[in-house]
């Protein structure tokens, strides 16, 4: 018997793996509420642009590493066990040039790209490519084995898995976090609400933390495949450009990127980007496309841009109490909320559970 109504604000990948594993526990009654739910494609809603695969950037010791250490084993029984979760195992390769270390795209790659990253236990088979084996102006390269996420049928997987325990999902849009708590399917007031809104939390009531900025993020879908993941450390065309791709599970399309624009909130492509995207993905793998050609060998499904929920100090995962409500914020996981997300939203079950012992002990 259901006794903990839970509010979960925001239905993208943190918002819905919150609710997944929050879900798993029969006393815990909840509602997710959302703007924009999977299926919806919108410049305030992250998840569906993300590419995604497991390509960890947290900084040696911190927070971000332990969440993306964490996340690395549930993706991988994920993608062993669940065919209908939407992902798949993929062969990663990264390229290192030292003239991008000072680069913004350089700074965000540093540990994806180092010669001894601490991944290199976490994911199968990493190696080194061997010096003579180097592309020309590439200062070091490594191999392992990664998984590539399709969004468009990740997201709805999280949803479905959550219906089969009970989880209730509703529009909604509110202007203060604590009205949210309103919005529980019981009709009666949420004892907890978590808050999984993402960019948005810069500007939501209660909380509007100016520690978010966008990192904008534009890609390029198309239908041809790369085979494997690949991502480099930086490009000459930019210092906030870089080169990645990957092909999604299941027919998801190839995902080409990218750039790092860190407080650009333009939601348009910019068409001359879209070329260096293509450019430059054709350079790194010329496999993409026929022998010979250029980008009009490419078969362009959709442009499309994101913002990555970027914060300053890294995700907000905490508790608040605002007047008698308790808040748990799971937000602010810039280019890594997927390969995060089961690390981070342990971190905020684990709030969730010591605030309704208080609660329950209150009681007593
Ligand atoms: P969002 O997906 O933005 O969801 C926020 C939710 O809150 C939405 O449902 C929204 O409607 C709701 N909401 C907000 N405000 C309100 C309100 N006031 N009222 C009601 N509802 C509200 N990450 C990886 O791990 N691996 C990758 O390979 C990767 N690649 C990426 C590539 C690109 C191009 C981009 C843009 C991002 C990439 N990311 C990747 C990052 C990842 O997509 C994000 O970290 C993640 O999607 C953030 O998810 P979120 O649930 O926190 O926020």
Redesign the pocket.
């Known amino acids: 018997m259901a006794t903990n109504n839970i509010v979960i604000?925001?239905?993208?990948?943190?918002?819905l793996t919150t609710a997944f594993l929050l879900s798993k526990d029969p006393s815990n009654s909840i509602t997710v509420?959302?703007?924009?739910m999977p299926g919806d494609y919108d410049i305030?809603?992250?998840?569906p642009?993300?590419?995604?695969?497991y390509?960890p950037v947290g900084k040696p010791g911190s927070k971000h590493a332990e969440y993306e250490k964490a996340t690395w084993p549930v993706l991988k029984e994920l993608t062993e066990k669940y065919p209908d979760a939407g992902i798949h195992f993929q062969d990663a390769v990264t390229y290192s040039r030292k003239k991008d270390q000072q680069s913004t795209s350089g700074k965000w790659m540093s540990e994806l790209v180092s010669e001894e990253p601490w991944y290199k236990d976490v994911v199968p088979n990493f190696r080194k490519v061997p010096v003579d084996q180097l592309p020309p102006g590439i200062n070091n390269a490594s191999r392992f084995q990664s998984v590539c996420i399709n969004t468009a049928v990740y997201l709805p997987w999280l949803v479905s898995q959550s219906r089969k325990n009970g989880v209730v999902f509703k529009r909604?849009?509110?202007k203060h976090v604590a009205d949210a708590a309103n919005a529980h399917h019981s009709g009666n007031k949420a004892d907890l609400v978590v808050n999984?809104?993402?960019?948005?939390s810069k500007f939501?009531g209660g909380v509007k933390d100016d520690k978010l900025m966008p990192a904008r993020?534009q890609?390029v879908v198309v239908r041809n495949d790369s085979g494997i993941m690949a991502s480099t450390s930086g490009t000459d065309d930019g210092e906030d450009e870089l080169v990645y791709m990957m092909t999604r599970a299941a027919g998801g399309g190839t995902i080409l990127?990218?750039c790092y624009q860190k407080n650009n909130w333009d939601p348009l492509p910019d068409p001359n980007l879209a070329i260096r995207i293509m450019k430059r993905a054709i350079e790194v793998r010329p496999e993409l496309v026929g022998k010979g050609q250029g980008i009009e060998g490419l078969d362009v499904i959709r442009h499309g841009v994101?913002?990555?929920?970027l914060r300053d100090g890294g995700p907000r995962i905490e508790a608040e109490n605002m007047n008698g409500l308790v808040v748990v914020h799971n937000?602010g996981?810039?280019?890594?909320?997927?390969?995060?997300s089961y690390g981070c939203a342990t971190a905020a079950v684990n709030l969730v559970n010591a605030a309704l012992k208080k609660k329950d002990k209150a009681k007593l």
């Open positions: 604000l925001g239905a993208g990948v943190s918002g509420v959302a703007k924009h305030e809603y992250c998840s642009w993300a590419g995604a695969n390509f909604g849009v509110f999984c809104t993402g960019l948005s939501l993020g890609v990127g990218g994101g913002l990555r929920p937000y996981h810039g280019g890594f909320g997927y390969q995060a």
